[in-house]
């Protein structure tokens, strides 16, 4: 199948930035939507951002701005770059992946469901 091994969280002060990666491994499918999650214990799935097979994104609103996803296929590797971290954002992110669309390939489809995902990695802000 599919794995999906998160880095790169940790504690930030508020304002500042980090980019989290998630490394994916297994078999590859030829339609699939990866993206974000987060988690906190209020809420326990928030859509953050997607990409799709030929590379298209979709963020949140809550984060359009400040959040960018990418990814490196030669390093099969995804990305979130966080920027102008608050405390609203302080939660676990969880890295995802669907095979084809069944939810669509947007930031809310991780709403709905994924196939696959990873542990997650915790983001702390301080003010």
């Known amino acids: 199948q599919v794995q999906l091994a998160e880095s790169g969280g940790g504690s930030v002060q508020a304002g500042g930035s980090l980019r989290l990666s998630c490394l994916r491994s297994?078999?590859?499918?030829?339609?699939?939507?990866l993206g974000w999650f987060r988690q906190t214990p209020w809420k326990e799935r928030d859509g953050i951002a997607a990409i799709d097979t030929d590379g298209n994104t979709n963020v949140a609103d809550s984060v359009k701005g400040r959040f960018t996803i990418s990814q490196d296929k030669a390093k099969s590797t995804l990305y979130l770059q966080m920027n102008n971290l608050t405390s609203a954002d302080a939660a676990t992110y969880v890295c995802?992946?669907?095979?084809?669309?069944?939810?669509?390939?947007?930031?809310?489809?991780?709403?709905?469901?994924?196939?696959?995902r990873g542990k997650g990695t915790l983001v702390t802000v301080s003010s």
């Open positions: 297994g078999r590859t499918y030829s339609s699939g939507c």
């Open positions: 995802a992946e669907t095979k084809g669309h069944p939810y669509g390939c947007d930031a809310g489809s991780w709403n709905y469901g994924f196939h696959f």
